[in-house]
DNA sequence: AGCTACACCTGATAGC
DNA sequence: TGCTATCAGGTGTAGC
């Protein structure tokens, strides 16, 4: 569910309350929402993605996290695409060398409550911290569907930039002042596959899921199956104006939420339902010229655009 | 390299 | 009412 504004709309509201904060407790109610965190000294081959924990790699897992977290003095937290951690300070003041990074998946939230609030639904990890201003506070992760994950990951330099290992593989976002548009826009045209598949690659460009994407496509007014090497340098450099149009008005909206699946650290939906122009419109006439939106599935995901505007074509610019 | 299929989960909804 | 099938904002891996 959450993409990049709903991830930066979260990452917002934790920074005022962690940073400078100190954990001065940690529950873990569900190891499985630690399927990224790998314990000190095991192998990191084991236990990946798609494989269901055995109850006694959970309690490991469980414990080394909670050993590792208690007592830690947290950052200002940062994201990239859609990964979110919090630097793990050390006293020294020394550059921070871990993260407690998190993935929110399909349905993960990262929710401040007051110490004493009573439980939210799903509450998977929970953590009490204490911070010199705002004084003793909760930060639960909850996750219905456990997609998502909390780990404790170390931090890697990406040329200036400090990135956790498990977010190494991805590219920059295109609201990150490094991101290479050049580099995007030669790339995206080498390929002959979809430009939506292109768009979802996170090894290509961080941060666009699947409402996104659409969103994008209708304002650039591209067919989503229409092959990269297809797309001219001007209308790929369109394009990428277009995400980062979409991404500055959801983040002012507070992002996405169809449901009480995407809400920010208090608890409260974003408005960008009311603004989708093509996501979730199959069958509904276009806001543009009328005509009927459609759906179709490519990469075996829904994918809805306007069959007028957005046409496929030999070439374009 | 590029793609499909599938795995990991839970819940809402539609159709019978 | 209850069953089944399908769908949902994501990602990582196996296998062709």
């Not at 596959?193 to 666009?208: E, M, N, Y």
Request: some cysteine; overall charge positive; charged content about 25%.
């Amino acid at each position: 569910m959450p993409e990049l504004p709903e991830v930066e709309v979260v990452r917002a509201g934790l920074a005022p309350a962690v940073a400078g904060a100190r954990v001065v407790a940690v529950s873990v109610v569900d190891a499985r929402s630690l399927k990224r965190h790998v314990p000190e000294g095991a192998d990191p081959g084991t236990g990946g993605h798609g494989v269901t924990l055995s109850p006694e790699a959970g309690a490991v897992r469980s414990a080394d996290f909670e050993r590792r977290l208690t007592g830690a003095l947290l950052g200002a937290p940062a994201r990239r695409g859609k990964f979110l951690w919090i630097p793990i300070t050390g006293a020294d003041g020394a550059a921070p060398r871990e993260s407690l990074l998190a993935h929110l998946g399909m349905s993960g939230q990262l929710l401040l409550r007051a110490h004493e609030a009573s439980d939210d639904r799903f509450v998977r990890i929970r953590l009490w911290i204490e911070h010199p201003e705002h004084g003793e506070l909760r930060l639960d992760f909850a996750d219905q569907r456990r997609f998502g994950s909390l780990a404790l990951d170390a931090l890697q330099l990406d040329g200036e930039s400090p990135v956790p290992s498990q977010a190494a593989h991805i590219a920059r976002d295109p609201l990150d002042p490094a991101f290479d548009d050049r580099g995007f826009v030669t790339a995206l045209r080498s390929r002959r596959t979809a430009v939506k598949r292109a768009l979802l690659d996170q090894t290509l460009i961080s941060g666009v899921g699947n409402i996104y994407a659409d969103e994008a496509l209708w304002r650039a007014r591209l067919h989503p199956e229409t092959p990269g090497e297809r797309i001219g340098p001007g209308r790929a450099r369109d394009l990428l104006a277009a995400l980062r149009a979409v991404f500055a008005q959801a983040l002012a909206e507070g992002g996405t939420s169809f449901d009480e699946q995407y809400v920010n650290v208090n608890g409260q939906a974003g408005y960008f339902a009311h603004s989708l122009n093509a996501y979730g419109r199959g069958g509904e006439p276009c806001p543009r010229c009328g005509a009927p939106t459609r759906r179709i599935v490519l990469g075996g995901r829904s994918s809805h655009f306007c069959p007028r505007c957005q046409r496929r074509r030999k070439f374009s610019r």
